[in-house]
């Protein structure tokens, strides 16, 4: 179930958002500790314009995240007072909180007792001992909210959910590193998630409930549907789980694709066994990390040194490439004449880069690849020159500073880094250059996708290639290796 955490001030600002989200949600969470003045509220009306939706009762302390500043005695009274009040279906008491009193009035009206636990500086060692041991009574269902830093704070996660399996509870990670958890709730285990109209304005992770409904197919979701995604650093921006989601639902297929953030790749690998992830795509900064952990690898990942999609097999990992043929699609298309003599500079020598540099070079282009660490620009030319054996003068490399092709010829200009993306959207990897006109230009960052590098480019009359359309292309073999079938458009 999806909960709608309502935080407006006054109770007409909440029935508003619950109007507004209403489609798709299964219940709300009233933040009583937003509410500016909660006794002097018209409850009699928000009931009635409520329904039958059920309701949580909360009234958060500061050091549980909440708003409520005044004494135990005066929270205890409020919640008598609120519980009086109307049709709530639980109420949410903090591990600390000792109000028997409450607890038997919510019981005298049918309310649930939900038992929490908040830790907003990592996650307990014991998580699933602390989670089991916070229903006080039998019907109580116990709710943890942890903050994870590492893939190893995820991975205690995902085992507390293995030990709990064979109880109700909810259990959430919060922050980049446990937004998966949210958005995997149903598969996992947990007996609901939350959402939240601003999405994580409100708090570290919070997704919106239209998201978490029609991208992460939330309520289609099961302990036995198949598991893909997508690990990176940072993760939450990309627009790949839209693609293969989408996909997913069109087709179908009994799978969602969810984003990972990773300290690295080899530190997620034991969560991805936990998951029973099938297939992994990998961004910045792990393609290069890929390639060297994947048991068996194509020849263009053994080629460019960099690994963008995973399959997990019984004989172990094996590793692709798809960032090249992608990137090759929308170069085709802008440049019918063929890439053969092509005089292109590729800024970077990432991951992202080698595969750019690998398919240009085997197109015929003559390429140049900047870094601003020329040794590293350097050893990228040395392994395509290897595995590629090119003439003299085809790769060639530099550092950022030199000059990125002739003046008098129409050229390729490849944006390979992460400057431009957020949240480095202010960043130009061309920036103190001038366009001339004749470039085209191509930016690899597809989010945002007007990148500062090609609106600069696009107000000198270049023709521009965008990142979204390469990542549109190399999804599209993505899909195929994860499921067999056709990418739908």
Request: aromatic content about 8%; proline content about 6%; hydrophobic content about 40%.
């Amino acid at each position: 179930m999806v909960f709608l955490v309502l935080c407006g001030a006054r109770l007409p600002d909440n029935l508003k958002d619950i109007q507004a989200c209403k489609k798709h949600i299964d219940g709300a969470e009233l933040r009583a500790d937003f509410l500016v003045a909660p006794e002097s509220e018209d409850w009699a009306g928000f009931f009635r314009a409520a329904g039958e939706l059920p309701l949580i009762l909360t009234l958060r302390k500061p050091e549980d995240g909440g708003r409520f500043r005044e004494t135990e005695a005066r929270r205890r009274e409020l919640f008598l007072s609120l519980i009086e009040k109307g049709a709530f279906r639980f109420v949410d008491l903090e591990e600390s909180s000792d109000f028997p009193d409450v607890e038997e009035a919510a019981r005298a009206k049918g309310m649930g007792i939900i038992r929490s636990l908040h830790d907003f500086a990592g996650v307990p060692e014991d998580l699933g001992r602390r989670v089991r041991s916070l229903a006080r009574n039998p019907g109580d269902i116990p709710k943890a909210a942890v903050m994870p830093k590492s893939c190893r704070d995820l991975g205690i996660i995902i085992d507390a959910f293995g030990e709990l399996r064979d109880m109700q509870k909810i259990l959430l990670g919060m922050g980049e590193f446990g937004f998966a958890t949210r958005v995997l709730a149903p598969r996992l285990g947990s007996c609901l998630t939350f959402a939240s109209p601003a999405g994580d304005a409100l708090a570290p992770g919070l997704i919106d409930p239209e998201t978490l409904d029609t991208v992460y197919r939330y309520h289609s979701q099961s302990p036995s549907t198949r598991l893909f995604g997508i690990i990176g650093n940072p993760i939450l921006h990309s627009r790949s789980p839209h693609i293969h989601n989408a996909a997913y639902a069109k087709l179908g297929i009994d799978a969602v694709y969810a984003p990972f953030h990773a300290d690295s790749l080899e530190a997620f690998l034991p969560v991805m066994r936990k998951l029973d992830v099938k297939g992994l795509s990998v961004t910045v900064p792990f393609k290069e990390e890929a390639a060297r952990l994947c048991a068996h690898t194509e020849a263009a990942v053994r080629a460019t040194g960099a690994c963008n999609t995973i399959l997990a097999r019984e004989d172990g990992l094996h590793g692709y490439n798809t960032d090249a043929e992608g990137f090759l699609a929308p170069l085709r298309a802008a440049l019918p004449s063929g890439l053969s003599g092509l005089r292109a500079t590729v800024i970077g020598a990432g991951g992202a880069a080698r595969s750019a540099v690998y398919a240009l070079a085997k197109e015929g282009a003559r390429v140049l690849v900047l870094n601003r660490g020329p040794q590293r620009a350097r050893r990228l030319a040395e392994d395509i020159n290897r595995e590629l054996r090119l003439p003299p003068g085809r790769l060639a490399w530099a550092g950022l500073e030199a000059d990125a092709a002739p003046a008098d010829k129409p050229c390729l200009i490849v944006n390979a880094t992460t400057m431009g993306m957020h949240p480095q959207e202010n960043l130009d990897p061309f920036a103190g250059r001038q366009f001339r006109g004749n470039e085209t230009a191509y930016d690899m960052v597809y989010s945002p996708k007007e990148t500062l590098f090609l609106k600069r480019a696009a107000a000198c009359g270049c023709k521009i290639i965008y990142g979204e359309q390469m990542l549109h292309a190399q999804a599209r073999r993505q899909f195929y290796l994860y499921t067999g079938k056709e990418l739908a458009e």
